[in-house]
């Protein structure tokens, strides 16, 4: 399977500008891609002001990924503030090629920074069954909880969103090497770069690590789009010679 990381600078709150960037940068990914993993709320950036920013769940920001989705025939992931029921959430988007989705509300608001004023948490993790694989898809903040993230679904990839500050940005490197030995799991981590609104400054480091830790893509800081293939069978023929996953501890999780 091939996945197409996009890393960018999003532009504060502006919807329209964002996704017209994106029909951009899209044309460099490879025609052979299955997936493209966008930032977190990637349309408005990491936004503590959902009542200017958020949007419709049939809004411009999932309209435009429908319809990509379809037009490109691959997957698109990415989160964005949506606004329901008179609620705020922190809503990552899977869409599929023939413009289904599946959604996930991040869990770990991110206290800091008062997210979870301002957004309601989620409580089920999204595994997503496709084309043979099953994704597991969190964002940002849910990298710090290794429970919630525990591979007991037997899951062969695990997906991060994210929009993490350069300042806390050793602690984004460690945790996804982390998460992805202790789940014998392919681990994923997509970043934005630049400087938000409230002088927060990143820079990216988007990169993908094998079930040993090792680099399949190494931290990168630029502006641009970064395509891996990821080999399955591989990654099973290691988890029976070394069943680390057949150890773990057993729990169940209380929400």
């Known amino acids: 399977m091939k996945i197409s990381l996009v890393q960018f600078d999003i532009t504060w709150e502006d919807i329209s500008k964002n996704l017209f960037f994106l029909d951009q940068k899209i044309q460099q990914i490879p025609q052979d891609t299955d997936i493209i993993v966008l930032p977190e709320m990637f349309s408005t950036g990491f936004t503590m002001r959902p009542e200017k920013a958020a949007e419709v769940d049939q809004g411009e920001s999932i309209t435009w990924m429908i319809k990509n989705a379809k037009k490109m025939q691959k997957a698109i992931v990415g989160s964005l503030a949506i606004k329901e029921n008179g609620s705020y959430y922190n809503r990552l988007y899977f869409v599929f090629p023939n413009g289904s989705y599946k959604t996930y509300n991040k869990r770990h608001l991110f206290t800091l920074t008062g997210e979870d004023k301002k957004y309601t948490a989620g409580s089920e993790k999204l595994i997503v069954d496709y084309n043979g694989w099953n994704l597991c898809l969190l964002i940002c903040y849910d990298l710090r909880f290794p429970v919630f993230s525990r591979n007991t679904e037997n899951y062969d990839t695990l997906i991060y969103v994210a929009n993490w500050p350069e300042r806390r940005i050793n602690a984004w490197d460690i945790l996804l090497r982390a998460?992805?030995?202790?789940?014998?799991?392919?681990?994923?981590?997509?970043?934005?770069?630049?400087?938000?609104?409230?002088?927060?400054?990143?820079?990216?480091?988007?990169?993908?690590?094998?079930?040993?830790?090792?680099?399949?893509?190494?931290?990168?800081?630029?502006?641009?789009?970064f395509t891996v293939s990821l080999d399955k069978r591989q990654q099973d023929e290691l988890r029976k010679k070394l069943g680390f996953l057949n150890d773990q501890d057993r729990f169940s999780l209380n929400n």
Request: glycine share 8%.
């Open 179 to 225: 998460r992805a030995v202790e789940n014998m799991s392919y681990t994923i981590g997509v970043n934005r770069v630049g400087i938000d609104l409230d002088n927060n400054r990143y820079t990216g480091h988007s990169q993908v690590i094998d079930t040993l830790g090792n680099y399949i893509l190494s931290p990168q800081i630029t502006d641009d789009v």
